[in-house]
């Protein structure tokens, strides 16, 4: 274990590269369900209906995904 000036110098430099990491997935996560928005938005639905319901599919996938990834943390 580091101790000392260098040991706070390796924190803050572990702390930087998490937060780093940590931005990266979100831009990716955010990214993903971007093109996903995207997506339905150019299929141009019919109707009002046909929209919602296509929100609804999207919103309903978007739970599943986070029931799945707080079950992979044990939550």
Do not use: C, H
């Not at 110098?9 to 931005?23: D, G, H, L, T, Y």
């Not at 019919?46 to 599943?64: T, V």
């Amino acid at each position: 274990m580091k101790t000392g000036v260098d040991g706070l110098a390796w924190a803050k430099e572990m702390k930087k590269r998490v937060e780093q990491e940590i931005i990266k997935k979100e831009i990716e996560a955010t990214s993903y369900w971007e093109g996903e928005v995207e997506r339905i938005i150019s299929r141009r639905p019919d109707s009002l209906a046909a929209f919602r319901l296509e929100i609804q599919n999207l919103l309903q996938r978007m739970k599943n995904r986070i029931r799945v990834l707080q079950n992979s943390l044990g939550n």
